[in-house]
């Protein structure tokens, strides 16, 4: 959901290429590839957990004009080079559960071979479109980090993995199953008001982003569904003069109040699903003899991959914070 920016994310999971493409973009801004690339590579898997499925994740980009934004639409181009299209067979006819399979056979008349543009695969494009968002962003003073927060319902401190939850992975791995968990985002710098009343709220804008990015099941703002049990004044956050400037005592709201930044950072966390696809044997059914039919996961998949996404999140947040700055016309330039 964006008013001023144009996103457009092209391709699938097996095309030859994927692209992303945003038009709207300030111009003027110096953008650096190098970080971006780093940005990117933070979404690429790792050695343990993640798909052993190795993409370069290089990538060609247009609509720089000496590498800054211009009066151009930006599109980034990655190959995708490490296919294996057989891997998926079985499922053109058997839907994996939980994946975007059966709907997308109901609705095409086809299941897509990886997911189609279902797969996680479709994150890499938006990463760099919200990677170039986040650079306008820190440029301008706003600042927007997210960190794995949660994985398999085992607390993480810092964003790193404990003994507790790497003994839930190998667990998980060991069974030819996967685990799911959370992301936490801040976003500091941000002026007072940004965001309004009822659809043009910024929690509607972030949260709507949010989920275009698969396997997000859940995001709350601020002490999120916990706020529900608490009492009025444990609840509120107090106001306060500190060298005389209004302050904030707590942040429980999320920096948000009324669709509007209130002076705090803004902070959500985000619940994503396990992995759909596992190679422990599921129910499913047969398409085509209309049959009962159990099935395995055989393609290349993450025991979680919720540690890749994390820089998804970043990437999308900064998209909406900067949608939303274009369409208030804070930047005027
Ligand atoms: C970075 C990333 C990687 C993913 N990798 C996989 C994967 O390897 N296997 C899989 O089954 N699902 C994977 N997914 C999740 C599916 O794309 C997603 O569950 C599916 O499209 C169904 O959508 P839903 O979970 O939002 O309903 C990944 C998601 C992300 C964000």
């Known amino acids: ?75 980034f181009v990655i190959k995708n080079e490490n296919v294996r299209s057989k891997d998926y067979d079985k499922i053109k006819v058997v839907p994996r559960p939980s994946h975007a399979d059966y709907p997308c056979y109901v609705k095409y008349g086809y299941i897509p071979s990886g997911g189609g543009k279902y797969s996680g695969r479709m994150t890499a494009p938006l990463t760099l479109i919200g990677g170039v968002a986040k650079q306008i962003l820190t440029a301008n003073g706003i600042d927007v980090k997210a960190r794995l927060c949660e994985i398999g319902g085992i607390k993480l401190e810092n964003g790193a993995l404990n003994d507790e939850a790497v003994e839930k992975l190998k667990l998980a791995q060991s069974n030819g199953d996967s685990l799911g968990g959370k992301i936490e985002c801040e976003i500091d710098g941000l002026p007072i008001g940004l965001g309004d009343a009822l659809f043009e709220g910024l929690e509607g804008k972030i949260a709507a982003n949010v989920f275009a990015i698969p396997a997000v099941k859940g995001i709350e703002f601020g002490l999120g569904f916990k706020i529900s049990s608490l009492f009025g004044s444990e609840a509120n956050d107090g106001l306060e003069i500190v060298n005389g400037k209004v302050r904030l005592k707590s942040n429980n709201a999320g920096g948000i109040n009324g669709g509007m930044t209130n002076g705090n950072a803004v902070t959500f966390k985000i619940a994503m699903r396990p992995t759909p696809t596992i190679s422990k044997e599921q129910d499913s059914v047969n398409l085509l003899t209309m049959q009962n039919e159990k099935i395995k996961g055989t393609g290349r998949h993450d025991v979680c991959f919720v540690p890749r996404a994390v820089v998804v999140v970043e990437a999308v947040a900064a998209l909406s914070i900067l949608d939303e700055i274009l369409k208030e016309n804070l930047w005027k330039n």
């Open 1 to 75: 959901m964006f008013d001023k920016l144009k996103v457009e994310i092209i391709g699938e999971s097996h095309s030859p290429e994927i692209s992303g493409k945003v038009s709207g973009i300030p111009k003027g801004y110096e953008i650096d590839l190098e970080e971006l690339k780093a940005f990117l590579k933070r979404r690429a898997s790792s050695e343990f957990f993640t798909t052993p499925r190795h993409d370069s994740d290089d990538f060609a980009v247009s609509g720089l004009e000496d590498g800054k934004t211009a009066n151009e639409a930006i599109e």
